[in-house]
């Protein structure tokens, strides 16, 4: 991997959550698209099911060793693709942005693919499945740009809105760890990096 920056890579802070702009170098995002078509080939993307039985407009897959799940039974996580098979492993490059934002965690044992379509969003969650509050999560944006909100540790708190471009990475850590966050919107078009238009983001858990 290289990096866009000469020097200390410098994060821009979002209501204590820290925001890694272009931390990925064009050549890098196109070498991460690569991995993770390999990655979906395994584990193809789907559609869950929220507990209320809608669709989210997001697709989705995992790769590590727990994978994000959702049915009517609620929000969980698993060890094997819906298919049966296990998930593929968190690609190298994957690991390698982890290992150089927060060399303190302990290594993610799930990351996350969210693919997102024209009109896919994700209303605000916590991320809060994982057993372990110390360790961060780290994501990383690829494709059309998206509108990201982040508040506090509570569904009414005040937000503050920014957009999230291709090789932004953004760690929640601290503080930030358990603020409620989503996608309001994904400007379609705005990056010509997948071939078939969208944004995909990765997110890296600790779980256990
Ligand atoms: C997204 N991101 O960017 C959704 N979660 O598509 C998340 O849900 C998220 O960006 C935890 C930490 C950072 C995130
Ligand atoms: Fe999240």
Redesign the pocket.
């Known amino acids: 991997m290289t990096r866009n920056d000469n020097g200390p890579v410098a994060g821009i802070n979002v209501r204590g959550?820290t925001l890694y702009r272009g931390f990925l170098t064009p050549a890098d995002q196109a070498g991460m698209v690569e991995v993770l078509r390999r990655v979906v080939a395994e584990a193809p993307l789907f559609s869950p099911e929220t507990r209320w039985g809608r669709k989210m407009s997001?697709r989705m897959t995992s790769a590590g060793r727990y994978g994000w799940f959702s049915d009517r039974r609620g929000y969980r996580y698993i060890e094997r693709h819906p298919s049966g098979t296990p998930w593929p492993a968190i690609p190298d490059p994957v690991h390698e942005i982890w290992r150089a934002l927060v060399p303190e965690a302990r290594p993610p044992d799930c990351c996350l693919v969210?693919l997102?379509g024209e009109g896919a969003k994700?209303g605000l969650?916590q991320?809060r499945d994982e057993a372990d509050f110390s360790q961060p999560?780290?994501?990383i944006?690829l494709g059309d740009e998206?509108l990201?909100r982040i508040g506090t540790t509570e569904r009414s708190g005040k937000t503050e809105s920014v957009w999230?471009k291709s090789g932004d990475v953004?760690?929640?850590g601290g503080a930030a760890r358990l603020a409620f966050?989503?996608?309001d919107r994904v400007r379609t078009g705005s990056s010509s990096l997948l071939r078939d238009g969208g944004?995909i983001?990765l997110?890296l858990?600790v779980v256990d």
Request: no cysteine; net charge positive.
């Open positions: 959550a997001v969210n997102y994700m969650h991320d999560v780290v994501s944006s998206a990201f999230l953004l760690v929640l966050h989503g996608i944004r983001n997110t858990r």
